[in-house]
């Protein structure tokens, strides 16, 4: 029983890190392209997941038997309360550590890493090494580079589509007070006084994202007599809330597989409490992981995080459906990835960064977990 009662909070405690990691990575697009605030755009995120987890329960079972670890260790290691703590533990902390340090990376990749973690001090070389490349190590490889190149394609389409349909980008000319420094050496008693300010007017001619802070450039012209603009946006919010939902229809399977393991619960309330944790996660955790999808990886118009979205939502939905565990994280990141290719305004020491984390996530997982059981191991002996 007490066994139990741990498992649950370590599985609530990877929803936890999860959501506070991933929950933003659906609608990051439309804080980093200006068509919301944090607020509406974290809201509309925090609902469409959990519509996903809650549709998880219906479609996307498969991926339970997945991260249960069958066909990767053995069926009597599997139901042992240790190693499920040691997984549940070892993919929370990785997770857990790049949140805090605003990294977005693959609760699927750190869940991976721990059973391999795990599954390597407790059965050694007879852990299934076919298992783990066919089922987890090549969907997570390939996923961010299909990613890239679907997104740069379908966004070259769009923007002919776009210009075909006369549809085009406006732009502004921007004034604003220009402050010049100068210093002031007038002297009294032998003391310079102060620093003075010279102010001019600046203007210039440039895109909108250009002139304020945020990216508010827009699109002119109607397409079947409705504004372009109006338009684009909505479809960029139901993309950015496709994406949330396939998230929480990928993810949800996966953290549930720990406690379904254990026995603990069933399968209905582990969904649920799963999706509510996961929820609170990215509620109060997800500011600085927000902050580096929206503005760090590259700078984006409308058109261009419309793609990107559209683009994760249909390869991470088609991958649930398959069964296949592949990573939000890595689909949405590439799609990012592609826009800077196609603007030409990526961050590439941002984006090294991130895949530098990437293939760290799931040795550092591995170690954890792998240092978990082993004292587990220890206390339960």
């Known amino acids: 029983m007490e066994w139990t009662v741990f498992i649950i909070l370590a599985t609530l405690f990877v929803a936890y890190t999860n959501g506070a990691n991933d929950n933003f990575k659906g609608v990051a697009t439309l804080l980093g392209s200006g068509t919301t605030d944090y607020r509406k755009a974290l809201a509309w995120a925090t609902v469409t997941t959990l519509a996903g987890s809650v549709t998880a329960f219906f479609f996307a079972t498969k991926l339970v038997k997945t991260f249960s670890g069958k066909g990767l260790v053995p069926d009597a290691l599997i139901g042992t309360p240790e190693f499920l703590l040691a997984v549940a533990l070892g993919a929370s902390a990785t997770v857990l550590l790049a949140t805090l340090t605003g990294i977005p990376i693959s609760t699927t990749h750190s869940l991976t890493g721990a059973l391999v973690g795990a599954g390597l001090v407790a059965i050694g070389k007879d852990l299934g090494f076919s298992t783990l490349g066919k089922n987890f190590f090549i ?15 379908v966004y070259m389409v769009f923007r002919f589509i776009r210009q075909k349909l006369g549809v085009g980008r406006s732009t502004c000319v921007c004034m604003g007070e220009k402050v010049i420094p100068v210093a002031n050496v007038n002297l009294v008693n032998g003391q310079m006084l102060s620093v003075a300010e010279l102010k001019s007017m600046e203007i210039f001619v440039d895109e909108k994202s250009q002139c ?11 397409v079947i007599g409705i504004d372009a603009q109006q338009i684009l946006d909505t479809l960029h919010f139901i993309s950015a809330g496709a994406v949330s939902f396939a998230r929480g229809l990928n993810d949800t399977p996966k953290i549930v597989a720990l406690a379904v393991t254990a026995g603990a619960l069933g399968l209905k309330l582990n969904i649920g409490f799963v999706a509510l944790v996961m929820a609170l996660g990215g509620i109060s955790s997800a500011k600085k992981v927000a902050e580096t999808m929206s503005h760090r990886i590259t700078a984006m118009n409308h058109g261009q995080g419309f793609t990107a979205n559209l683009i994760t939502a249909v390869l991470v939905i088609f991958a649930s459906k398959m069964g296949v565990p592949v990573s939000t994280t890595h689909v949405s990141c590439g799609s990012l990835f592609g826009i800077g290719l196609v603007n030409g305004k990526a961050n590439w020491k941002i984006i090294g960064g991130i895949v530098s984390a990437w293939v760290l996530t799931l040795p550092i997982a591995a170690l954890l977990s792998a240092g978990f059981y082993m004292g587990l191991r220890m206390i339960g002996s």
Request: glycine share 4%; no cysteine; proline share 8%.
């Open 212 to 222: 304020q802070a945020r990216a508010l450039d827009r699109y002119e012209g109607r």
């Open 139 to 153: 969907p997570l490889i390939a996923s961010p580079f299909i990613a890239v190149v679907f997104t740069f394609v």
